[in-house]
Nanobody, 121 residues
Framework: QVRLDESGGRLVQAGGSLRLSCVVS????????IGWFRQAPGKEREFVGA????????NYADSVKGRFTISRDNAKNTVTLQMDNLRPEDTALYHC??????????????WGPGTQVSVSS
């Protein structure tokens, strides 16, 4: 079955940028819509954004719109989350998930283990 692995998370200062990667393996990434979610300690999982199979369509949560950008390179089986102007409230464990572009996490069938992003003030 499809496997997803995230990387790129680290500690960064507020106002800084990070680029997270989601590598899709065992199946062609072009077969899957991909979403990004995040979960902070003590909080529910939150939709960040998603991208269609071809990359022609994206959608974002209001909280990240204008600061985060999702793109993909199906030749490299990789989906990227570019995060700019980071804020302390962006601190969370970030997951990519395959199967939908919906904001509801139940619509996704496959999940990566996550990568930690910490933003200091």
């Amino acid at each position: 079955q499809v496997r997803l692995d995230e990387s790129g998370g680290r500690l960064v200062q507020a106002g800084g940028s990070l680029r997270l990667s989601c590598v899709v393996s065992n199946r062609p990434s072009s077969a899957y819509n991909i979403g990004w979610f995040r979960q902070a300690p003590g909080k529910e999982r939150e939709f960040v954004g998603a991208i269609s199979r071809s990359g022609s369509s994206t959608n974002y949560a209001d909280s990240v719109k204008g600061r985060f950008t999702i793109s993909r390179d199906n030749a490299k089986n990789t989906v990227t989350l570019q995060m700019d102007n980071l804020r302390p409230e962006d601190t969370a464990l970030y997951h990519c998930a395959a199967g939908s572009t919906d904001s509801d996490s139940k619509a996704y069938g496959y999940w990566g283990p996550g990568t930690q992003v910490s933003v200091s003030s």
